[in-house]
């Protein structure tokens, strides 16, 4: 089965710097999803990869995904108080009906301090 | 727009109650899905669903039921709780068409069982 690790586990930033998280796969990864959870609500997708090489910019958060498709970074350009929260990835796989479970990571609980 | 509504969002049960979690959402999405996430965990996937009258079993599905009788709701049935159920259950839909759609989630329910 895909395993998913992130790193860090948890980030304490200060305002407008700047940090990046990384998703590794223990497989290759053919659909990768990053999503953001604050705490009492769910999970709120930002982007998704797939290509080798692919890059995606939002706002101030860029995703890549590696050549290899082993690894995603998520970045984030000068921190606000709205990026915090709990920074997620997920693996896509195919089922036998054609469409995608999701297998994810155990997050980075990210903190923007003042 | 409502999107993915779970109910109810807290709820405390004691070991041998069963209870029906309620997940309906109103964008017309095929797939659905149920999640469970401990603390300091990823989402491990319960069951999915494909339409109406076809379910499957995802990592974790021991100790739960689903059904899916339209393509709004996909509720989510404890028979006999557990304290390992104790968690925090998400509902998720994407679309049918096309591959790598993202699922949309709900809120969640805290479930917690003693």
């Known amino acids: 089965s895909q395993e998913l690790e992130q790193s860090p586990q948890s980030l304490i930033v200060q305002e407008g710097k700047n940090l990046t998280i990384n998703c590794t796969s223990s497989?290759?990864?053919?659909?990768l999803y990053w999503y953001k959870q604050k705490y009492g609500e769910g999970l709120i997708f930002l982007m998704m990869l797939q290509k080798g090489g692919e890059e995606k910019s939002h706002e101030k958060i860029t995703a890549k995904l590696d050549e290899k498709k082993q690894q995603s970074s998520l970045h984030i350009t000068a921190s606000q108080p709205s990026h915090a929260g709990i920074y997620l990835c997920?693996?896509?796989?195919?089922?036998?009906?054609?469409?995608?479970?999701?297998?994810f990571g155990t997050g980075t609980r990210l903190t923007i301090i003042p | 727009n409502a999107g993915v509504t779970q109910t109810p969002k807290f709820r405390i049960l004691k070991i041998g109650q069963s209870m029906t979690l309620q997940c309906t959402q109103d964008m017309n999405h095929n797939y659905m899905y149920w999640y469970r996430q401990d603390p300091g965990m990823g989402l491990k996937l319960i069951y999915y669903?494909?339409?109406?009258?076809?379910?499957d079993k995802g990592e974790v599905p021991n100790g739960y039921n689903v059904s899916r009788s339209t393509t709004e709701d996909f509720p989510l049935r404890l028979e006999l709780a557990a304290p390992s159920q104790t968690s925090v259950y998400f509902c998720?839909?994407?679309?049918?068409?096309?591959?790598?759609?993202?699922?949309?989630f709900g809120d969640g329910t805290r479930l917690s069982i003693l």
């Open positions: 497989k290759t990864l053919y659909g």
């Open positions: 997920g693996a896509g796989s195919p089922t036998n009906f054609g469409n995608e479970k999701l297998t």
């Open positions: 669903s494909v339409g109406a009258g076809i379910t």
């Open positions: 998720a839909s994407s679309f049918s068409e096309g591959v790598y759609q993202p699922q949309h």
